[in-house]
């Protein structure tokens, strides 16, 4: 949680740059995705920790309540919700990719939008899943969630990627015309928008957002 009133307001699904810099005068500059809903007072970003990262392990382990940090944003305006809008809205995400949706669904929330919200969220295990406890208070008539495992799953429930036939049976159909989102790792969001494009999805209705490794 940082506290960054000079940001100005803030979109559900737009990212912040944190930018540290050493007593040598090295810097490392990472982008972050907020976790914090629309208009936020406080900020929030979920950082995964990487062994041989150079920001995450200082950000998860060292990073102390008043410590300054170097930040500039807020980033984007084309992967973002807004309470305004009503379309149908189905949320794709694997692994961390779930950090901009959970915004938008924390906004979602708070606005008491009626508009229908669906998550589709690929993990490698139970253990994997982001925002577990919230997701699960924040589900209901307004917001559906799906996962999916792809290394372990829970007793009874099926292994494997996320893939056409997901897709097709778990999503918002292209006939409800839903804005789609679309975020995780590259060759995820790739292969998901392919799937996407091959169910009928308008592209321009398609939006994505994808990371890969630092270097």
């Known amino acids: 949680m940082l506290d960054a009133p000079d940001l100005g307001p803030t979109v559900a699904g737009q ?59 807020p980033i984007g305006g084309w992967f973002v919700w807004r309470r305004e809008q009503t379309e149908p809205v189905q949320l794709i995400a694997g692994g961390s990719g779930i950090v901009p949706l959970m915004a938008m669904t924390r906004t979602h929330a708070a606005a008491g939008s009626t508009a229908p919200f669906r998550l589709l969220y690929g993990v490698q295990d139970p253990s994997r899943i982001y925002y577990r406890d919230e997701l699960g208070r924040l589900a209901g008539p307004a917001l559906t969630v799906d996962l999916r ?56 209705r398609i939006r994505t957002e994808r990371f890969g490794p630092t270097g």
């Open 15 to 73: 990212h912040i740059d944190i930018r540290l810099t050493a007593e040598d005068g090295y810097t490392a500059q990472r982008s972050y995705s907020l976790a914090s809903g629309t208009g936020a007072e406080r900020i929030e970003v979920t950082v995964e920790r990487f062994e041989d990262g150079e920001v995450s392990p200082y950000l998860v382990e060292d990073l102390g309540v008043g410590d300054p940090l170097e930040v500039r944003g």
């Open 149 to 204: 495992y792809s290394r372990h799953a829970p007793a009874g429930l099926p292994v494997g990627r996320i893939g056409a036939a997901d897709l097709a049976s778990a999503t918002i159909p292209p006939a409800e015309a839903p804005t789609v989102y679309v975020c995780g790792p590259t060759g995820f969001v790739e292969a998901i928008a392919d799937g996407l494009l091959a169910l009928g999805h308008a592209p321009e």
